[in-house]
């Protein structure tokens, strides 16, 4: 479907609005081109007297036929004023109305789309589409529109009026049009792919601008200041040379069009002015239609500008549209889960998982009977933090399946299930606001003894007490305000404050010191009392007294067992052991 098209569908509870825009618009060009109408009837009053059309219609004094005139002519610029302010505030309205429906629609499907569908795509590029694209419609609808409908209203009144003076004049100036109208078309056809191609650089250079200004630190630190401006240079450049593509084209349509127009306004004068001295035609007319050529044929020089940002904000709308059509994957089932009724126990059967072709996870099978601790340790890269995701279902399995109480997640409503986890991850994201703000992301609305409490138990409370306003200081944005293991802490009193059924910790312990961790632990010693927990960890300190422990190789369980029973073993999970602690049991010395 064409862009206009997918537009004029999507904006279904706007087109009363859009119809009624259109009327003021078209009555606004209406009362724009009577004017000279008038002038025509004026001339006809002063050169034939009693016996012009006024004069025919009843009213035989000229001075009388020229108030009248002037009373009309009044009536007609106010009417032309009143339309012009309606058409406006209604068309600038709507941009403002639509833009604003559209950016909350494409965020708000943005959100459900699928974590792979984000890691394959640049942050900078999905900016420039819910900002940039969608502010292109505004500048589409608080002009352009308007300027379509006036040229194509201009155009059929000159033309009806012409066809009543002078039907031969009318075809001589009209012969131009078609050719106008194909040229536009013409140009129009060649600008798409060009401003497509626009705002795909344009997509791309607001990626690396993101990407660097999120990754200043290291530019810094490796002094890469140079190599990055080259990038950007780059990037820059390939913007420019895709715009100057369309402005060489773009730039072509106003004279190719004032050609043609120059052609149909030499006729009317010329073949206008021999038919005057002929008699055929009345001086009236003879006016009238010199001006109303103009009036036909220059609007269509504004097609060039049309054309130009039709082009522009189509461009634009197709990437926006195109977004908002891209269907979420892991919609989840209809089975509610209420909270309450979650047991915890969690079952991996025969569950394998790869990120494109190259396989994560084979065959892992697992059952976590309800309030046990099961902790994965392993290689990096052997897959733990995918075991995590997959419960989420921000990734979908491919074979096997995960089940919790003995439901498939894919039958969960997605919202329950995910209400029901507690999630610390690798890299939690921390948002702009408070202390307490951020401990109370996802339990919003609770209370500010609660927050205290489970600042607690991540040992975080002292901490936030030494910040400048304690729970209320702000601490920028994602967090950089704060040192990691101080994030870690307010990630995990998030995930204690939720109180959710199961909790899964991805690394949550790892940026902070030893006697810190000791802390957590014993907190959440009472914490995982009667929830499911599933532990992921390096530091093997944090993970020996879970009452399982699995040992991933290459995306496969290897080992599982409690602590003593892996270490009596003798396997990986000894050897890992001896390693971080440099000894065969007791107190280990992370390394
Ligand atoms: N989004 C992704 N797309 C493609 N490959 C990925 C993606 N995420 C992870 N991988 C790959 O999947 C494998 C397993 O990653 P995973 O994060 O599960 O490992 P992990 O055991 O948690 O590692 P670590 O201990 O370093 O956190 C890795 O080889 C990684 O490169």
Redesign the pocket.
Known sequence: MHALQRLWHHARAYRRDIRLATLYSALNKLFDILPEVLIGVAVDSVVNRGDALLGRLGLPDVKHQLLLLGALTIAIWVCESLFEYLYSLKWRGLAQALQHDLRLEAYDHVQHLDL?WF?ERSTGNLLAILNDDINQLERFLNGGANQIIQVFCSSLLVGLVFFVLTPQIAVLALVPVPFILYGAFFFQRRLAPRYAAVREQAGRVNGRLNNNILGVATIKAFTAEDYELDRIRAESDAYREANHAAIAWSAAITPVIRMAIMAGFVATLVYGGWLTLDGELAVGAYSVLVFLTQRLLWPLTGLAEITDLYQRSMASIDRVLGLLETPVRSAGGRTPLPRAAVRGELEFDDVSFA??T?P?LEHVTLRIPAGHTVAFV?N???????LARLLLRFFEIERGAIRLDGRDIRELDLRDLRHAIGFVS?DSFLTEGTVADNIAYGSFGASRAAIVAAAQAAEAHEFIERLPQGYDTAIGERGQKLSGGQRQRLALARAILKDAPILVLD?ATSAVDNETEAAIQHSLEQMVVGRTTLL?A?RLSTVRHADRICV?ERGRIVEAGTHEQLLARGGSYAALWRLQTGERGGAPQPA
């Open positions: 792979g890691e990120y494109g190259q994560v392993g990096t890269g052997s897959g733990k933090t995918t690798q690394e992921i390096h991933l």
